[in-house]
């Protein structure tokens, strides 16, 4: 089945400097690639997703790049605030077989007024 | 309406009782998951439905029982459950399930097994 590393597990940057989450997937028929904040507290949250026909795709202050090849895509967040402090989850969707999303362990981002 | 709704927020039950959990949405998604989430940790699938048929189910113990009675509606029964059983259980659905279409979660229950 698939396998999702996510790294780093914790991440501490100052207010308005970048993040940079990277995670890397085991199954080269995995397709869909979503990132998740999940609150203290709340539910996940789709913030970015990426299918495996794009090589980049941003949302004003988060963009997600996959690299098909090395399988691995990662998630950047510039200009950061201090409400961008969570924990954010990536994920592969296989399209073949198992058909479920596999996430990551999760990064926790502190972002430091 | 573009949310996934969950009663109830939290439920504290002993290891002798029966409870539900019931989550709701209707966005016309033919897809519905139920979760299991410990603290630290991300989501852990238990049970898929797909057009309200059980279409996955990772060797979750029976003291855990699913009921999708329609379309728009997924129950999760408890029975008999253990204190490790206490977390965060988080129902989702997403348009299909074999299209990598985005997972809606919802709010979660929080469950305390005494």
């Known amino acids: 089945g698939e396998n999702v590393e996510q790294h780093p597990s914790t991440l501490s940057v100052q207010e308005g400097d970048s993040a940079v989450i990277k995670c890397t997937y085991s199954?080269?028929?995995?397709?869909?690639f979503p990132w998740y904040k999940q609150e203290l507290g709340k539910r996940p949250q789709l913030i970015i997703d990426i299918r495996s026909n794009v090589g980049e795709k941003k949302d004003q202050r988060i963009a997600v790049t996959l690299n098909k090849t090395a399988k691995h895509f990662s998630l950047h967040i510039t200009e950061t605030q201090p409400e961008d402090s969570a924990v954010y989850f990536c994920a592969a969707y296989s399209g073949a077989g198992s058909y479920q999303l596999t996430f990551g362990k999760g990064t926790k981002l502190s972002v430091i007024p | 309406d573009t949310e996934v709704t969950q009663t109830p927020k939290h439920l504290v039950m002993g290891m002798t009782n029966k409870k539900s959990l019931k989550c709701e949405q209707h966005m016309g998604h033919r897809a519905m998951y139920w979760y299991k989430q410990k603290a630290k940790k991300p989501p852990e699938l238990m049970f898929v439905y797909s057009y309200e048929k059980l279409s996955i189910n990772e060797s979750v113990p029976s003291r855990f029982s699913p009921e999708c009675p329609n379309s728009s509606l997924l129950n999760l029964h408890l029975h008999a459950l253990q204190p490790e059983d206490s977390a965060l259980y988080l129902c989702?659905?997403?348009?299909?399930?074999?299209?990598?279409?985005?997972?809606?979660f919802g709010p979660g229950t929080r469950l305390t097994v005494l």
């Open positions: 989702a659905s997403s348009h299909s399930r074999t299209g990598g279409d985005t997972q809606y």
């Open positions: 199954d080269s028929a995995s397709n869909y």
